[in-house]
């Protein structure tokens, strides 16, 4: 007797990838944001290597936003220059905003709290720029320096604005819910969505925390990211010292702060910098007048810029990939997960649109080979398809239909 044959094994489904908080673009932006007199507009005009934003001793001296693209410090990058020895050479750039200060009431009004929320929203990541040193010369907009007071003021601002447009998109909700029947998956979507508003605002109201603290699924991510929540943003917390605190890596509020983020917003990633120390280096131009600079402070000192830079673009989960030849050697900046269709589109949308397939290769190992030629001899460039996910440091050189 024949036995049936047994059926082969379903192949388990590539599981759906989670939504990300924020908006789906590559073309992202850091908010500088902190109360007034912190150091903000310092830490602009150096980071972006002009005088943009306007420094001053007084509350509410940045008022409109200012905008500059800065520079990803990138080995590899400099590495290609060196290779290719190109005509045009084109870094990745990270978008910085300097924002007005904050005070406590932002969030029904006071100061400039209107102005300052509406560009906090705008931006998809924040610097968040603490004062930890004293200088009887620079007025705290508190009256004294208190580091984690600050912080508290900044994170329940936020938090309440949050909350004031959960509530809002609550009530629109509801309305729209109760309009809806109980038979098509619209009406059941509209109920959801209800649901998940609910579970926002308790996370917020009742919980006290961020919302990018929530652990959420991929449908609640959709419906957060419709609302664009001021705490659904990655932060960075950059601790402003005293140069003198800064060389001697040294300063009473560091411990009290880093417990304050372990408590509030555990994973937050803490850079102590100071902006005395980088408006200094800044004012002397040449390179090696600041590496003179740096040494008579002491061995080990350096300025903080390229890390803060690298860290707001980690932050927002961007990766690069270079196109790389003797007429240019560009990174293109793409949220990490991207398909190689898409980030071809980074470029031009017709790459995207008339996309065949992309000639790939990893920077080590062209590093390892020395050039383009023996990397293919080492079958370490392919021809890379449709659903292609791009890995931080790939060389690409793109094919499309006419």
């Known amino acids: ?4 044959k047994k059926m082969p094994p379903k192949k388990n489904a590539a599981p759906a990838e989670k939504p990300r908080l924020g908006r789906p673009s590559n073309n992202l932006k850091m908010g500088i944001v902190g109360l007034p007199n912190v150091g903000k507009s310092t830490l602009f005009n150096t980071i972006a290597k002009c005088d943009l934003g306007k420094s001053a001793n007084f509350p509410y001296a940045t008022i409109e936003p200012e905008e500059a693209r800065v520079p990803v410090p990138d080995d ?19 978008t910085c905003i300097d924002i007005a200060g904050l005070t406590a009431g932002a969030s029904t009004g006071a100061g400039l709290g209107n102005a300052f929320l509406s560009n906090v929203r705008a931006v998809d990541g924040i610097f968040q720029v ?41 009530d629109t909700a509801r309305k729209n819910a109760r309009s809806a029947g109980n038979n098509s998956l619209e009406d059941r979507k509209k109920k959801e969505e209800v649901a998940i508003i609910e579970k926002v605002l308790h996370c917020l109201q009742e919980e006290n925390r961020d919302v990018r603290k929530g652990d959420w699924n991929g449908k609640e991510i959709d419906v957060i990211n419709n609302m664009m929540l001021l705490t ?7 601790v402003n010292l005293s140069e003198r605190d800064y060389v001697r890596k040294k300063n009473k509020w560091l411990p009290k702060i880093k417990e304050w983020i372990d408590q509030n917003n555990p994973g937050d990633q803490l850079i102590p910098f100071s902006a005395s120390l980088e408006e200094q280096l800044f004012s002397l131009g040449e390179e090696q007048a600041q590496k003179e600079y740096l040494e008579k402070l002491g ?6 810029l390229g890390k803060i830079t690298k860290s707001g ?12 030849g003797p007429d240019e050697v560009r990174a293109w900046s793409i949220r990490r997960g991207l398909k190689a269709p898409q980030a071809a589109g980074v470029i031009h949308s017709d790459f995207e649109n008339k996309f065949v397939c992309g000639d790939i290769m990893a920077f080590e190992d062209l590093k390892e080979a020395g050039s383009e030629n023996a990397c293919r001899a080492n079958g370490k460039l392919a021809q890379k398809g449709k659903t292609y996910e791009m890995v931080d440091g790939d060389i690409a050189h793109w094919k499309c239909g006419a």
């Open 1 to 4: 007797m024949l036995l049936p």
């Open 76 to 94: 590899r990058f400099l590495w290609l220059c060196s290779l290719y020895k190109p005509k045009s050479e084109v870094p990745a750039f990270l």
């Open 130 to 170: 603490i004062r930890a040193f004293d200088d009887s010369d620079i007025v705290h907009v508190e009256g004294d320096v208190n580091p984690t007071r600050d912080m508290e003021i900044i994170s329940t601002e936020l938090r309440l604005k949050d909350i004031e447009w959960v509530e809002k998109n609550l």
């Open 232 to 238: 659904a943003k990655p932060v960075i917390y950059l």
């Open 299 to 304: 061995e080990g000192v350096s300025s903080a």
């Open 313 to 324: 673009y980690d932050g927002l989960d961007l990766i690069r990939y270079f196109t790389a």
